[in-house]
Structure formats: C-alpha cells, structure tokens
C-alpha cells in the first residue's frame, strides 16, 4: 500500500510504500522530546516529494542516524539510518501520513535510554 505523508507546513513531503502493521514508540532522549511513532521500511520505499534543501538534519550520539525534519515548521517526518544488516532503511513518523487511524495501530515500545 502506498501511504502520503508530509510536515504541517507541506514543505517535506513523501510518499511511502509497505504494510503498516505497527509502530515503534522510543523513549531515548530525541523520540520521547518529539513523539514521534516510527514506521521503519527499506529507504528504497520512501520518495522525497518536495525538495530536500527544505529540510534540516540533526545527528547526536553515536551519529549513526540522520533525523530529518522541516527547516520551517519544525516537524519531523523521517529519518534514515542502516539497520544491522547494513541494509539502508527509513524510519517514518506514521503521525505524518495521511488517512491513517493512528489508534488503531499497534505501538511497541523500545528502551532507548537504555540503548
């Protein structure tokens, strides 16, 4: 299924392909400040509509994922990073997409503080 999504401003948008079965809730110090419910799919899956300088990225820890978010409203929509594979992944914000009933989707939650 193919999912439209974007920041409140519109100035990221994307499209993503895959089956959202669940999300990931991180409790680390940058998911929890942000709230994102992350949606992880092979990067190959996801397709930057708008133009990439409209967004920002930040990096911490172990800089090892890129934490993408709009220069001008601030939301974040994406990030990518590798899985332990080596294999290039996204790591979506479900609350961007469009027409998806965030409540009924299964959230699991990770121990990132502990990561």
């Given at each position: 299924m193919a999912y439209k999504g974007s920041c409140h401003?519109?100035?990221?948008?994307?499209e993503v392909d895959g089956?959202?079965?669940?999300?990931?809730?991180?409790?680390?110090?940058?998911?929890?400040?942000?709230g994102a419910l992350l949606w992880f799919v092979p990067r190959n899956n996801l397709r930057l509509l708008?133009?990439?300088a409209a967004m920002s990225?930040?990096?911490?820890?172990?800089h090892v994922i890129q934490?993408?978010?709009?220069s001008t409203c601030g939301i974040h929509a994406f990030g990518e990073g590798v899985d332990?594979?080596?294999n290039a992944m996204a790591a979506v914000n479900i609350n961007c997409l469009e027409d998806v009933d965030i409540g009924a989707i299964p959230v699991q939650h990770y121990d990132g503080r502990s990561s």
């Open positions: 401003c519109g100035k990221v948008a994307f089956e959202l079965k669940g999300a990931l809730a991180c409790n680390c110090s940058m998911c929890q400040r942000k708008t133009d990439p990225t930040y990096t911490f820890n172990k934490h993408h978010f709009c332990p594979k080596g």
